[in-house]
T-cell receptor, first 118, second 111 residues
Framework: GAVVSQHPSWVICKSGTSVKIECRSL??????MFWYRQFPKQSLMLMAT?????????EQGVEKDKFLINHASLTLSTLTVTSAHPEDSSFYIC??????????????FGSGTQLSVL | QKEVEQNSGPLSVPEGAIASLNCTYS??????FFWYRQYSGKSPELIMS????GDKEDGRFTAQLNKASQYVSLLIRDSQPSDSATYLC???????????FGSGTRLQVQP
């Protein structure tokens, strides 16, 4: 199956700093990628839809100025958590599906990034 | 009503038994359905997808979809301890690729 690479796997940072997470589709092009967040023992919650060459679409309640998304190429989307605070500590996961596939096609997930803000 | 609902479990079954995982969904989530397995600290991995009413089998796994009852299930035959994980049910809305996930059911297979 298609491979989605996510980096870093885990990061620890001080409160107030910014953290960038990368999501790459290794063997396919993805015009759309999705960013999810998962708190302990909870399900994945969609944060935003990343669109190549245009602005991301954020879900209700997600601050676009805090979670900056850039999708500059067909294989790379980045999520930057700006001025991180302890409540931002979570497991962040990206996903993508090959461009041109129908809406019923499966999504492939990155390995996730565990963010801990001290 | 949540868009995708699952019993959190844990569901405990003995090794070799059939594990039955259930999921219900709302009218908003009606396009396609997926079952993912997630080990602790890892990202979800796809087990099955199902789009039409009826059963779909793949090895030890069978997914069942009943659109009239808004119900989707996953059966795992000959359960193994390595099947112990959280199983996430997910659905998509018409016209959207993003998935909506249930809260997951934790499965424990006892050796």
């Amino acid at each position: 199956g298609a491979v989605v690479s996510q980096h870093p796997s885990w990061v620890i940072c001080k409160s107030g700093t910014s953290v960038k997470i990368e999501c790459r589709s290794l063997d396919f092009q993805a015009t759309t990628m999705f960013w999810y967040r998962q708190f302990p023992k909870q399900s994945l919650m969609l944060m935003a839809t990343s669109n190549e060459g245009s602005k991301a679409t954020y879900e209700q309640g997600v601050e676009k100025d805090k979670f900056l998304i850039n999708h500059a190429s067909l294989t790379l989307s980045t999520l930057t958590v700006t001025s991180a605070h302890p409540e931002d500590s979570s497991f962040y996961i990206c996903s993508a599906s090959p461009s041109g596939t129908g809406v019923d096609e499966k999504l492939f997930f990155g390995s996730g990034t565990q963010l801990s803000v001290l | 009503q949540k868009e995708v609902e699952q019993n959190s479990g844990p569901l405990s079954v003995p090794e070799g038994a059939i594990a039955s995982l259930n999921c219900t969904y709302s009218d908003r989530v009606s396009q396609s359905f997926f079952w993912y397995r997630q080990y602790s600290g890892k990202s979800p991995e796809l087990i099955m997808s199902i789009y039409s009413n009826g059963d779909k089998e793949d090895g030890r796994f069978t997914a069942q979809l009943n659109k009239a009852s808004q119900y989707v299930s996953l059966l795992i035959r000959d359960s193994q301890p390595s099947d112990s994980a959280t199983y996430l049910c997910a659905g998509s809305q018409p016209g959207r690729r993003a998935l909506t996930f249930g809260s997951g059911t934790r499965l424990q297979v006892q050796p």
